[in-house]
């Protein structure tokens, strides 16, 4: 069964654990989701099988999506996110057309990867972009302050004049995908279908996010892990 579903960051809250001490959780609606395709290696070269999650009513979505979900027996739902799976989930088998996944998959998972766009705060400067540190503040400093500084020297070889490509100079920033590794599970409810995660979640509230199971534990928490 993979272990991969879609869900909403709903925001931040608090619980005490046994010993009375607070620790800050994300909050997670996971699911439910429904299984609205399914491919397998002899009719599209690999393994997969399509999620689709969230209602939405029919005059928001469009008619290719709409009849897509219907052969599912599904109704329209607003994403719809691919999950490769492996050789021995492929084997394993066991899925059907319109089958719920709720965070019940989750349940003995102790660390997992949370996907996700992150804020989007639009064009900034090199300073809060890339942490610049700035020019210096004292006397006899022109207004640069803020300046990333000289680019003029980081030319090509070619003698073009052009900066090199990747320079850390001002531009968009955020509203990026970003994937936040190992967030450990503090607790599941599944009445609510509700994950908390110790950790920070990309992106706003009611955003869509992707968890999975953790693909590579940092050192510690591999070690607390096999503890």
Do not use: W
Not at 56 to 67: E, W
Not at 99 to 121: C, P, R
Not at 150 to 163: A, D, E, F, H, Y
Not at 180 to 207: C, H, Q, T
């Amino acid at each position: 069964m993979t272990t991969a579903l879609l869900g909403r960051k709903v925001g931040m809250t608090r619980i005490f654990d046994e010993a009375g001490n607070n620790q800050p959780v994300t909050v997670i609606q996971v699911g439910p989701c429904f299984v609205s395709q399914i491919k397998t290696q002899e009719t599209d070269g690999y393994n997969a099988i399509q999620l689709a999650f969230d209602d939405v009513k029919a005059r928001n979505s469009t008619q290719p999506v709409i009849g897509h979900d219907a052969k599912a027996g599904l109704g329209s739902k607003r994403f719809h996110r691919e999950v490769r799976l492996n050789d021995k989930e492929a084997e394993a088998g066991g899925y059907e057309l319109g089958q719920a996944l709720n965070v019940d998959l989750f349940d003995e998972i102790k660390y997992v990867d949370v996907i996700g766009t992150s804020k989007g705060k639009g064009t900034q400067g090199a300073m809060k972009r890339h942490g610049f540190k700035g020019q210096l503040a004292s006397h006899g400093v022109e207004r640069k302050h803020r300046s990333p500084g000289s680019i003029g020297g980081r030319s090509s070889n070619l003698g073009t004049g052009k900066p090199k490509k990747g320079i850390r100079m001002a531009g968009r920033m955020g509203n990026e995908r970003v994937t936040v590794r190992s967030l450990e599970v503090v607790a599941i409810d599944k009445d609510n279908n509700l994950l908390l995660v110790k950790g920070p979640v990309p992106g706003a509230n009611k955003g869509l996010v992707t968890i999975r199971k953790a693909i590579r534990l940092y050192k510690s928490k591999s070690n607390k892990a096999k503890a």
